[in-house]
């Protein structure tokens, strides 16, 4: 019985974070003031510098939406590998987001210090913003998750942890969801190809 008291308050708080999942999306933005062009975008690193894209130009970029908090926060590790191993191919962005069941609470300096301390993280991280579709979702974001922008995917991220991964043209090619790992073969393919 004692594990029940456990289990239930679990079950509770999947059940309406699902349900705040399915209320909670798919707002209109104009995008009209978006460009086409990932290499257009400017963001703010996790220490407040402003960020070209067009810095990563020639490389492929894995976008991931990370949370300190998370289930899939291990992948941090993975994260870093992939990073050390595909340097010369690919630049790991992270972007920290409090968007799912609040695992993201800590302020930009606090996350920094924890993904350098916990996992040796040294890929570019971005400051905390929003990745799911709202009025206030990250321009990146807004790229990645409308398809007249980056030409077919609508799909914001359901989960901390989701990937997407842009050629080194600026398409985007692919979506992981959260339960795939960063050393899975269905991402290192695209770069053990050579």
Known sequence: MKILN???????????SVLYSYFDKNTKVDLKNFSKSIYDYEL??????????KEFKGKKMLVVN??????YTYQYSDLQKLH?????????????????????????????????????????????????????????????SNKDLNGWNDSAPSW?????????????????????????EKITNYFDKK
């Open 66 to 71: 990370v949370a300190s908090k998370c289930g």
């Open 84 to 144: 050390e191993k595909y340097k010369d191919d690919l630049v790991v962005l992270g972007f920290p987001a409090n968007d799912f069941l609040w695992q993201e609470p800590a302020k930009n300096s606090q996350i920094k210090t924890f993904c350098s301390t916990k996992y040796g993280v040294t890929f570019p991280m971005f400051e905390k913003s929003v990745v799911k579709k709202k009025e206030n979702q990250n321009p990146l974001y807004v790229w990645l």
């Open 160 to 184: 901390n942890f989701c990937k997407y991964l842009i050629d080194d043209e600026g398409k985007l090619i692919e979506f992981f969801s959260q339960s795939v790992n960063p050393l899975d």
């Open 6 to 16: 456990y289990i239930i308050p679990i079950l509770v708080v999947v059940f309406c």
């Open 44 to 53: 703010t690193s996790i220490d407040g510098e402003k960020v070209s894209l």
